[in-house]
């Protein structure tokens, strides 16, 4: 674990070098579940002047991190950059892929999606175009815990991915893929994308809500078991949406609203292995956009959530409008433990360990 000082350290150099920004003060929390709390790159070293949409995956007991990083997002240079943590230290950040279409064409990256099936490489889902409403859904795979990766393979027509959170695989081998459409009439829909095959071919549900009654995106899904599964989508509704299917996806409810707030700000979720549902979330609801606290909600049911950590909490000088803690990625790895990752103001990439016994 990084100490307190190498912390600030980092935030002195990095104001050092970008005097016209003022960032706020890194938090270091005291809480028994946290075991490690650290950057994945320390701002005074960023290739990058932002980065977004960080995604992280085990493999082999090597941590992967990824993101899309760039002088901005939408911006034509922004690529997928990954990171590789082996024995407790983050290797330099790489850019492995970037949308160069050919030599006067350049499209900006987005959300990439680390996922990793059971007995199978590790694979890297992303998304390039000029913005979410002309994406398209590219996929990379690696046979060595993300050391190197094939070159990048176009998925079919009218399946895009996982779009932010990572896919499930159920024991049958079966694998679900959150995803979501935004179109350039400005409506947002979510959908589930299945494979039987391991990935070579799709099916897509359709679209699983009602646009004019809640536009929503970037859905998660939680495994109750026996077929009981439930999506949570981020929404412009100001709140977090669910739908349930009891079927292993087949079929779903409509969409409807949950108690947790939601201010049109990525979500992730897992379920754990000691069966509760493990949620990462702003807890605002009332101001678009409003990405601080970041914070840990726990259920048994789905239903009823606790609040129980902030991982960023209010500062006594937050700015809401230049601070963001914010789209969150999250796993349970094969020793029980939770790994998170975030973005953190833009700026660099926040991973965090938790013991799920200690919450």
Same mark, same amino acid.
């Given at each position: 674990?990084?100490? $307190?000082?190498?912390?600030?350290?980092?935030?002195?150099?990095?104001?050092?070098?970008?005097? $016209?920004?003022?960032?706020?003060?890194?938090?270091?929390?005291?809480?028994? $579940?946290?075991?490690?709390?650290?950057?994945? *790159?320390?701002?005074?070293?960023?290739?990058?002047?932002?980065?977004?949409? /960080?995604?992280?995956?085990?493999?082999?007991?090597?941590?992967?991190? &990824?993101?899309?990083?760039?002088?901005?997002?939408?911006? +034509?240079?922004?690529?997928?950059?990954? /990171?590789?943590?082996?024995?407790?230290?983050?290797?330099?950040?790489?850019?492995?892929?970037?949308?160069?279409?050919?030599?006067?064409?350049?499209?900006?990256?987005?959300? #990439?999606?680390?996922?990793?099936?059971?007995?199978?490489?590790?694979?890297?889902?992303?998304?390039?175009?000029?913005? #979410?409403?002309?994406?398209?859904?590219?996929?990379?795979?690696?046979?060595?815990?993300?050391?190197?990766?094939?070159?990048?393979?176009?998925?079919?027509?009218?399946?895009?991915?996982?779009?932010?959170?990572?896919?499930?695989?159920?024991?049958?081998?079966?694998?679900? &893929?959150? /995803?979501?459409?935004?179109?350039?009439?400005?409506?947002?829909?979510?959908?589930?994308?299945?494979?039987?095959?391991?990935?070579?071919?799709?099916?897509?549900?359709?679209?699983?809500?009602?646009?004019? =009654?809640?536009?929503?995106?970037?859905?998660?899904?939680?495994?109750?078991?026996?077929?009981?599964?439930?999506?949570?989508?981020?929404?412009?509704?100001?709140?977090?949406?669910?739908?349930?299917?009891?079927?292993?996806?087949?079929?779903?409810?409509?969409?409807? $609203?949950?108690?947790?707030?939601?201010?049109? /700000?990525?979500?992730?979720?897992?379920?754990?292995?000691?069966?509760?549902?493990?949620?990462? *979330?702003?807890?605002?609801?009332?101001?678009?956009?409003?990405?601080?606290?970041? &914070?840990?909600?726990? &259920?048994?049911?789905?239903?009823?959530? +606790?609040?129980?950590?902030?991982?960023?909490?209010?500062?006594?000088?937050?700015? =809401?409008?230049?601070?963001?803690?914010?789209? #969150?990625?999250?796993?349970?790895?094969?020793?029980?433990?939770?790994?998170?990752? *975030?973005?953190?103001?833009?700026?660099?990439?926040?991973?965090?360990?938790?013991?799920?016994?200690?919450?």
């Amino acid at each position: 674990m990084r100490t $307190a000082l190498l912390f600030a350290t980092s935030i002195i150099l990095f104001a050092c070098k970008e005097k $016209a920004q003022k960032l706020p003060e890194v938090i270091l929390l005291e809480h028994p $579940a946290i075991l490690t709390q650290e950057f994945v *790159y320390e701002m005074e070293n960023a290739l990058t002047p932002e980065c977004h949409a /960080s995604t992280v995956e085990v493999s082999n007991d090597v941590v992967i991190a &990824s993101w899309f990083g760039g002088t901005e997002e939408k911006n +034509k240079d922004v690529g997928i950059w990954i /990171s590789r943590k082996v024995n407790d230290k983050w290797s330099t950040p790489t850019e492995i892929v970037n949308g160069v279409q050919d030599e006067n064409t350049r499209y900006p990256c987005w959300n #990439p999606v680390l996922f990793k099936p059971k007995g199978e490489p590790l694979y890297l889902f992303y998304k390039v175009g000029p913005s #979410p409403q002309e994406w398209w859904g590219l996929y990379m795979t690696s046979k060595d815990d993300g050391k190197t990766w094939s070159d990048p393979i176009e998925l079919p027509k009218g399946i895009l991915g996982p779009i932010k959170n990572q896919p499930i695989q159920l024991t049958d081998g079966t694998i679900l &893929s959150p /995803s979501s459409l935004e179109t350039k009439s400005g409506d947002w829909t979510i959908h589930l994308e299945t494979s039987s095959d391991l990935g070579k071919t799709w099916s897509s549900s359709g679209p699983l809500n009602n646009p004019n =009654k809640f536009g929503a995106i970037q859905p998660v899904v939680l495994n109750y078991g026996d077929g009981k599964l439930q999506l949570l989508s981020r929404t412009k509704n100001d709140v977090v949406s669910q739908n349930w299917s009891n079927d292993y996806g087949k079929t779903w409810d409509t969409m409807q $609203a949950t108690s947790l707030p939601n201010p049109n /700000s990525g979500i992730d979720g897992v379920t754990l292995k000691d069966g509760r549902q493990f949620l990462v *979330y702003n807890p605002t609801g009332e101001n678009w956009g409003d990405r601080v606290p970041l &914070s840990i909600g726990l &259920s048994t049911d789905g239903k009823n959530w +606790k609040r129980v950590l902030d991982l960023e909490p209010l500062r006594e000088t937050t700015d =809401k409008e230049g601070e963001e803690y914010s789209y #969150p990625t999250v796993i349970q790895a094969e020793d029980g433990m939770i790994h998170v990752v *975030y973005t953190w103001n833009r700026k660099t990439v926040k991973y965090i360990v938790l013991n799920p016994k200690k919450l």
